[in-house]
């Protein structure tokens, strides 16, 4: 199995600025992709921005140049610095990883997981 542990949620004025983590951890396993995905109350959980094992990233028009999402593969931990936030970004951030479990055989297919949620709250 593979578990991931999200940190950095909290209050900001808008403006502001947080940063999320997300590890991922196991008995074996590699990691394919990493990203964070957000549902605000009453709409559907949305893509915020994605990163492969090899750097290449895909954010939502909406947080471009304004978010950054960066991985550190030798510690399995994404990350995502969120800058100039405002009122909207308000939402539980959810951490995903297209991971394939080797404890599952040698030939393990790529599955996606999913961290707990972490609230990001901004305020006007």
């Known amino acids: 199995q593979v578990q991931l542990v999200e940190s950095g949620g909290g209050l900001v004025q808008a403006g502001g600025s947080l940063r999320l983590s997300c590890s991922a951890s196991?008995?074996?396993?590699?990691?394919?992709?990493m990203g964070w995905y957000r549902q605000a109350p009453g709409k559907q959980r949305e893509l915020v921005a994605t990163i492969t094992s090899g750097g290449s990233t895909n954010y939502v028009d909406s947080v471009k140049g304004r978010f950054t999402i960066s991985i550190n593969n030798a510690k399995n931990t994404v990350y995502l610095q969120m800058n100039s936030l405002k009122p909207e970004d308000t939402a539980v951030y959810y951490c995903?990883?297209?991971?394939?479990?080797?404890?599952?055989?040698?030939?393990?297919?790529?599955?996606?997981?999913w961290g707990q949620g972490t609230q990001v709250t901004v305020s006007s």
């Open positions: 995903n990883a297209g991971a394939r479990d080797y404890t599952t055989g040698y030939f393990a297919p790529t599955r996606d997981y």
């Open positions: 196991g008995p074996s396993f590699s990691i394919d992709a």
